[in-house]
């Protein structure tokens, strides 16, 4: 006795050229949502690792830092910070989610290498040079130009530090560091003019330090506010450029000591600091460890705020955001394709075979027996045309991350692989698997209940 299926398989092949065009047409759609999909996913990966790497997972502030301290960062440091690093450390659950739990001082201000008479304004971070170095070589997605450590500022050197890679061009510092890709300066058209500012009398008077011994590592002036709001300079020695992943961020960042970027901005008084930052093990337990920081910040007493990476930079959230808005309007408009041309090709099929739909009826087929074969036979469709989408999808995955292609993304400084995250993100394979099936079958269901409602007697003598 011949089943459902295979009597549903029968139909599918009999007509040959219209089920290869349909399901050409679901594989097609499968391997655009497919590969689109998983280029989003590592674009959206990448970004996340870049910044996580920077700023950590969550970050603990004083209270109104947010609000005002961009305009006066040192009125809202945190007192007695190493007190709080210690409790965070100390807790059994919340060493259990992270990595690094590191404190950082927030500086700017005005950078200036003495030598080639150039200066620009810079944002930069004290940091603890031993964390920093295990902050860089976070990549939980196993990103392959995230997989290389990065030397990070030098815990023997108090007066270490390094810089953006498009701050050195700046500066025009790529001689001194070796920057080999570094396009040479045209020529000055004006001359510096004749009454130096406050920040070049102070660099004239700090100029014997500033000036490099031969071998030894080329030193950039920094000037900023004190606490009291007295001009301070300090010297750091550029152990190397490295790019921070962002353009904008790149051309103005310099990383130096966690005690020297204190010196510049407290001078002799109380050192505190910015931020307490944490980093994770993984992303996905970040909604356990807010609550667990949330509750030690109330027990303690601690006049502290807390935010996560997406709100620390919210062109991370801004960007996802309009990527996943980008990917469901473009999978939306291809699964409309698919529907439409399954219920087109079903249509067409009732309408050939209505002599044969009135024959299976006076042979004691119900409604149901009818219906049933024509969704098997858009499951059959839909199963079809999302296997092989896979498969085509797959190999195709594997062909571009192969090939060595690069691409240079929006704010990026230099070009990057271009890759799928195709079998890392088995959850977009078996979402759009099931979807395209899903979608197809419920394209059946309008041509199986017309197929289904049609008399006996009118459809045996359709012509």
Not at 23 to 28: P, R
Not at 138 to 148: G, H, L, R, S, T
Not at 250 to 257: G, K, Q, S
Not at 287 to 299: E, F, N, S, Y
Request: charged share 15%; net charge positive.
């Amino acid at each position: 006795m011949i089943s459902l299926p295979q009597v549903a398989l029968r139909n599918v092949l009999r007509n040959g050229r219209r089920s290869m065009s349909t399901t050409l047409s679901i594989m097609l759609s499968a391997i655009t949502i497919l590969t689109f999909g998983s280029f989003m996913r590592y674009v959206v990966l990448s970004y996340q690792t870049s910044t996580v790497e920077r700023v950590g997972h969550l970050a603990l502030y004083q209270k109104g830092y947010n609000a005002f301290g961009a305009g006066d960062p040192s009125a809202y440091g945190i007192p007695n910070y190493q007190r709080v690093v210690d409790t965070l450390r100390a807790d059994p659950q919340l060493s259990r989610l992270t990595r690094v739990v590191t404190e950082t001082q927030a500086v700017f201000g005005v950078a200036g290498y003495y030598p080639a008479g150039t200066s620009r304004t810079f944002m930069g971070d004290g940091v603890v040079p031993a964390d920093r170095a295990t902050m860089q070589r976070w990549n939980a997605y196993k990103i392959p130009e995230f997989d290389v450590r990065r030397s990070a500022v030098r815990s023997d050197d108090p007066e270490s530090g390094v810089i953006g890679t498009g701050l050195a061009t700046i500066l025009q510092m790529c001689a001194p560091l070796d920057l080999r890709w570094c396009a040479a300066p045209p020529p000055k058209v004006q001359p510096v003019a004749a009454d130096e500012s406050q920040f070049e009398s102070l660099r004239a008077l700090d100029a014997p330090a500033t000036m490099a011994a031969g071998g030894a590592k080329p030193r950039i002036d920094l000037l900023a506010a004190t606490a009291s709001g007295a001009p301070n300079v300090v010297s750091l020695n550029v152990e190397r450029a490295e790019f921070q992943g962002v353009k904008e961020i790149d051309d103005a960042y310099v990383a130096m000591t966690l005690p020297l970027a204190q010196k510049l901005v407290y001078g002799r008084g109380e050192p505190r600091v910015t931020s307490i930052v944490l980093q994770l093990n993984d992303t996905a337990d970040l909604a356990r460890a807010k609550k667990r920081v949330l509750q030690i910040i109330r027990q303690a007493g601690l006049s502290l705020e807390m935010r996560d990476f997406t709100q620390i930079a919210p062109l991370y959230a801004q960007t996802t955001s309009f990527l996943s808005v980008i990917f469901g309007f473009v999978a939306s408009i291809l699964g409309t394709i698919v529907l439409f041309t399954v219920v087109n090709t079903l249509q067409m099929t009732v309408v050939e075979r209505t002599n044969e739909i009135g024959t299976l009826r006076a042979l004691g087929v119900q409604r149901g027996g009818v219906r049933n074969l024509f969704l098997a036979e858009g499951l059959i469709l839909g199963l079809a045309g999302a296997t092989l989408g896979l498969l085509v999808a797959s190999l195709l995955a594997f062909a571009i991350n192969a090939s060595g292609l690069t691409w240079t993304p929006p704010g990026a400084a230099g070009r990057v692989p271009f890759r799928l995250y195709f079998f890392e993100f088995p959850q977009l394979l078996f979402g759009v698997w099931i979807g395209l099936v899903a979608i197809v079958t419920l394209a059946s269901v309008r041509p199986a209940n017309r197929a289904a409602r049609m008399e006996v007697v009118d459809a045996l003598r359709h012509v």
